[in-house]
């Protein structure tokens, strides 16, 4: 069954367990997170093995949504039919996401940009650009199983609106990214919910974990070759 049909969807203890985890643990978590302050930017090994720590839950995270979407017969990963117009429409996305993101940033002041922190966790040489480069893939599609794909089938199950489904697994990423600061948080609001879009425009999970992962990679790199 495709998971943008979850008419089909009965939602057992198990998926309201994953439910409650993604929606109400994960949000509490980053917000405590966020409030616990934490210096990442004075050393190379906290940086790396702060993203590795987050690549783990994510992996642990998706590992339990895959359960979950076996056990349901969800298939996340139907193949997609490549044509020009869908290629367009893919590198439109990443380009806009990219240029959305440059804006938001330069919109702050250089004393601004400095204290966020995603600026504080960019790679910085070239041991953890590899790092980022590997993780930014197992993030970008770990992200979009979870996210977009079994908790918003799980929610639009619950809910019987794919519209409620995909503004509330929205608003969860946003939170998710809680340490970020507001403006950041809406930012990822909207762009979570343009993903969303992407994945039931191309009926599938797979380019839209490509085009994320392609963006963390991007903006990562981008930033470590800025001075500072």
């Known amino acids: 069954m495709s998971f943008l049909d979850p008419s089909t969807v009965q939602v057992d203890l198990i998926g309201w367990c994953f439910l409650a985890v993604i929606g109400i643990i994960v949000p509490i978590a980053a917000i405590r997170a966020a409030n616990r302050t934490r210096d990442v930017k004075s050393e190379s090994s906290r940086r790396i093995s702060q993203r590795l720590r987050n690549v783990f839950v994510l992996v642990v995270l998706a590992v339990a949504a895959l359960y979950v979407a076996h056990r349901d017969h969800i298939d996340l990963f139907d193949p997609v039919l490549v044509t020009t117009r869908f290629v367009l429409v893919s590198l ?92 950041s948080m809406a930012f990822i609001l909207g762009i979570a919910l343009l993903f969303q879009w992407f994945v039931i425009y191309s009926g599938s999970l797979i380019p839209a974990m490509i085009v994320h992962s392609l963006y963390n990679i991007v903006r990562g790199l981008r930033a470590s070759a800025e001075p500072g």
């Open 92 to 183: 439109g996305i990443l380009a806009g996401t990219l240029l959305l993101a440059e804006l938001l940033l330069m919109a702050g002041s250089p004393e601004e940009r400095k204290k966020l922190w995603a600026r504080q966790i960019i790679p910085r040489h070239n041991a953890e650009r590899i790092v980022w480069v590997i993780s930014s893939c197992v993030a970008g599609a770990t992200e979009e199983i979870i996210f977009r794909g079994v908790f918003f089938v799980l929610l639009a199950a619950v809910t019987g609106s794919i519209a409620i489904a995909s503004l509330l697994s929205a608003i969860v990423f946003a939170i998710a990214h809680y340490r970020q600061g507001f403006r």
